[in-house]
């Protein structure tokens, strides 16, 4: 037992105060270390330690406070099952799993129906685990995804709220007609007998009983927890407003403002308007998150398969590494691997944003999830399951969506303490007019905003309880909560539609205020495939005798000019054997021996530390380095022989990618481990001034510190993997080109394709989706800025004029849904450098190098 992390779905969240509700109920937990609550995405991470708490614990907390935890069902092929005692043994290993809520075994069709709660524990650990009882387990493919559940919850929702306003609204408006009858043309076409108190509070019970009840048993719920949330504020409002109507109905005299004071349509349409805002909110939910449906939509179903000699179609999640998968055109590739034989073009646009089809060879990687076009292949599977690149990408995308971002931190804390205050300041209102207000400012004339209604009659307490209750319904924690959330998740999706992935909200709202970027050379800037352009060779040796010398020494390097210069050699007839022995000396080059002779290949640096004389070799090196190619020196028996030249390529897209950084006002910078003459050479290319130049590989992070103490916020890109301290000590780490392996890679973006313009593309979705955070934001707390104090009568002295609890509950629920609406935006966005079409030269294909132009 120990501490474990899981991701609960949760059910009927509305407003960013059921956020701190929930989260409060799960802190409070004995063995939750920490519980956050994403409102946006509707899922609750909570980490705990197994052996004090367990997953029913923290459901039992969650559906306590009004809230449910969605469940999930599998059904499961189990074959070797013989008797009673099989059924027994996989019931109860099963059932001891976390999350397992419900197994059902039938020996008779050899079947297995597990509940469970997804995020505790998945389909794949419970067909393990009956996998090591001895039984084969596979998902039969008729059983619902959890996709289809989480569409399934949506649409019941949506459903619920519909059946709920075809109730409400129609008895809401016989209500208010019959409330308003003696005031402007209704007494022509309105009988007297419907505004009878009695008739009204007929029609008005199974409005407040019936769709409004949801709001006063959730708040009955999170009292018992000693929680509070945006149900209380309605179940408040719906419920003095009904029952100050009850009492005046049945005893005028009482002093709560008379036969007059009956507000059975502010409890109706209050009951109406609140319904509505649940339903658009149903509506509109979900959308943010629909490219991560997009995603978990990609998942083959099925994949064909040879086992045994023999063709057969199995489900995708049961092919295992090493089986041969057949893909014909049109079909959906089910798990990652290499193509065996065979030729193809894939699409692979849903998972990298590249709308061009791949050519797919023997020996080439193809992803999960994408489609085959033209041809058919066979290939090799390699990564299955969660392992594979779509499900590393979905998790990816699942967790950004789950976390916050610091901006956040505020938002949470007025929404964590928004209920108790608004209480508060209704409890202030109430008492202001009823003991000053009312006296001092009361008007015969006052009236509703846009409602006849007059307030002549209404009485000191009356007068004072409604503005009170406006005060409680106007209020609207809703929109503060779901600014961020929803605009993350947003930003978030789109990022994943273009191939770049955020891990979390908090590398969004830091690309947004980027102020530098510093790019690795080589496989960043350029392809990381340098080419032998140049052998130089000092009497007595001769230029073969270089060249093979060097390829021996470089043969077992991983250094990419090292495999240049090996190619080179190869290219030209030349066998390279093995050295005798090989050392690698990191930031200076390589040592070797070989037939008896010593042979060092590297830099300046090299050369002087071994007291070699290369002084000769210098002129021609440094012309070598201002055409843009590396120089490497090389000397054997420790007498100088030598110059190997190798030029790497720029990608195509770099100078358009760093030309569009510059306009945007980001400052650029290069770091390489090459000499400086090299760096400036493509540097000038490329359009860079800030040149970092022979940083070893160490010491990168501490060019990265070197820009930040000069109050810059800076991001560095690199490779993922030889770049991780400086990515991880920049602001914002970004991972380019990492192919399928997007989970290993150090940095807070990944970006799938390996192609610098998603940098730009990464920045302007951060920009454009901070800037979502900020309006929504801003209108959230202007309005409850302007709302509350409206609501509270602040312009009354002034005008006669009050807000009614109908037309608060009006502007409360546009609030919510409006913030939604506005991150939906998002999705119309698109990064400026995305792209469109076919490349300009058709024949160009990917492995061709574009030379670097000599300076």
């Given at each position: ?518 790019f690795d050379k080589t496989g960043t800037l350029t392809k990381g495939k340098p080419s032998l352009t140049d052998v130089v060779a000092l009497h007595p040796f001769t230029e073969e005798q270089v060249l093979l010398f060097t390829a021996v020494t470089e043969k077992n390097s991983e250094h990419p000019l090292g495999e240049a210069i090996v190619n080179g050699a190869k290219e030209k007839g030349m066998v390279v054997k093995d050295a005798d022995s090989f050392d690698s ?271």
């Amino acid at each position: 037992m120990g501490m474990k992390l899981i991701v609960l779905p949760v059910e009927g969240m509305t407003c960013a105060s059921c956020v701190s509700t929930i989260e409060k109920a799960l802190s409070n937990l004995q063995g939750v270390k920490g519980a956050k609550v994403n409102l946006a995405a509707e899922k609750a991470q909570v980490e705990f330690d197994e052996g004090k708490v367990a997953v029913p614990d923290m459901v039992k907390a969650i559906q306590d406070v009004g809230y449910n935890v969605g469940m999930e069902e599998i059904h499961l092929s189990v074959h070797g099952m013989t008797c009673a005692s099989c059924v027994s043994k996989v019931e109860k290993a099963v059932g001891q799993l976390t999350g397992v809520t419900n197994v059902v075994v039938n020996l008779a069709s050899e079947s297995v129906k597990v509940e469970f709660y997804p995020g505790s524990v998945t389909k794949q650990d419970i067909k393990q685990e009956i996998g090591q009882l001895g039984y084969t387990a596979s998902e039969k493919l008729t059983g619902k995804d959890q996709l289809d559940k989480e569409k399934a919850a949506r649409e019941h929702e949506i459903k619920r709220q519909g059946r709920f306003m075809l109730w409400t609204w129609p008895l809401a408006i016989i209500i208010m007609l019959g409330q308003f009858r003696d005031y402007w043309i209704l007494p022509k076409f309105v009988p007297e007998f419907l505004g009878n108190n009695y008739l009204l509070w007929i029609l008005t019970t199974p409005v407040v009983l019936g769709p409004g009840w949801q709001f006063f048993s959730n708040s009955f719920r999170g009292l018992k927890r000693g929680v509070t949330d945006m149900n209380l504020l309605y179940a408040t409002g719906i419920g003095a407003s009904y029952l100050i109507a009850v009492i005046n109905t049945v005893a005028p005299n009482a002093g709560f403002g008379g036969s007059e004071a009956t507000f059975f349509e502010s409890a109706a349409l209050l009951t109406a308007f609140i319904v509505l805002g649940r339903y658009l909110e149903a509506l509109t939910r979900g959308k943010t998150s629909e490219a991560i449906r997009k995603l978990m939509s990609l998942q083959a179903k099925v994949a064909r398969v040879i086992r045994g000699g023999k063709e057969m179609e199995i489900a995708a999640d049961e092919v295992i590494p090493g089986d041969i998968v057949i893909v014909r055109p049109g079909e959906s590739v089910p798990v990652d691997g290499t193509v065996k034989d065979g030729y193809s073009a894939v699409d692979e646009s849903m998972i990298t944003g590249e709308s061009i089809p791949v050519e797919k060879r023997t020996g080439d990687a193809v992803i999960g999830g994408t489609i085959n076009k033209t041809g058919s292949f066979r290939f090799e599977a390699t990564k299955v399951g969660k392992d594979s690149a779509l499900a590393q990408i979905i998790k990816l995308v699942e967790d950004a969506q789950a976390s916050k971002a610091p901006i956040q931190k505020m938002a949470d804390w007025v929404a964590g303490h928004f209920i108790l205050g608004v209480h508060l300041l209704a409890v202030l209102a109430f008492i202001f007019w009823f003991f000053i207000g009312f006296d001092a400012f009361f008007q015969a004339d006052s009236r509703f905003i846009l409602s006849p209604y007059s307030l002549t009659s209404i009485g000191v307490f009356g007068f004072s309880l409604l503005l009170s209750l406006t005060v409680l319904v106007i209020s609207c924690p809703c929109a503060v909560g779901l600014a961020t959330p929803s605009a993350m998740m947003a930003g978030t999706g789109k990022g994943a539609e273009n191939g770049i992935l955020f891990k979390g909200a908090g590398a969004i709202e830091a690309s947004s205020k980027l102020q530098a970027i510093v790019f690795d050379k080589t496989g960043t800037l350029t392809k990381g495939k340098p080419s032998l352009t140049d052998v130089v060779a000092l009497h007595p040796f001769t230029e073969e005798q270089v060249l093979l010398f060097t390829a021996v020494t470089e043969k077992n390097s991983e250094h990419p000019l090292g495999e240049a210069i090996v190619n080179g050699a190869k290219e030209k007839g030349m066998v390279v054997k093995d050295a005798d022995s090989f050392d690698s000396i990191p930031g200076h080059g390589v040592v070797a021996y070989f037939e008896g002779h010593r042979i060092l290949a590297g830099n300046r640096r090299l050369m002087k530390q071994e007291a070699v004389a290369f002084e000769r070799l210098l002129p021609k090196a440094e012309k070598l380095e201002g055409d843009g190619k590396t120089a490497m020196f090389i000397a054997i028996d420790g007498k100088p022989a030598g110059i190997i030249a190798v030029a790497d390529t720029l990608k195509e897209n770099s100078i358009e990618a760093v030309s569009k950084l510059r306009k945007m006002g980001i400052r650029v910078a290069m770091i390489t481990g090459d000499n400086r003459r090299t760096a400036d050479a493509i540097a000038k290319q490329v359009g860079i001034d800030i040149v970092l130049a022979e940083v070893l590989p160490q010491d990168k992070a501490n060019e990265v510190i070197k820009l930040q103490s000069q109050g810059l916020k800076v991001a560095m890109v690199g490779d993922g993997v030889n770049d991780a301290p400086a990515l991880a000590q920049a602001e914002v780490g970004i991972a380019i080109g990492s192919g399928t392996d997007v989970a290993k890679e150090t940095g807070d973006i990944i970006l799938i394709k390996d192609d610098i313009r998603d940098v730009v593309g990464a920045i302007e979705i951060s920009k454009r989706t901070m800037r979502k955070v900020k309006e929504n934001l801003f209108w959230a707390f202007i309005y409850n800025t302007i709302g509350i104090p409206l609501a509270a009568g602040l312009l009354y002295p002034f005008t006669g004029l009050v807000v009614s609890p109908e037309l608060a509950a009006l502007f409360m629920a546009v609030s919510s849904v409006s913030v939604t609406l506005n991150t939906l935006l998002l999705k119309r966005f698109n990064p400026s450098m995305k792209q469109k079409g076919t490349p300009k030269n058709p024949m160009q294909h990917e492995h061709e190098q574009v030379p670097v132009k000599a300076v």
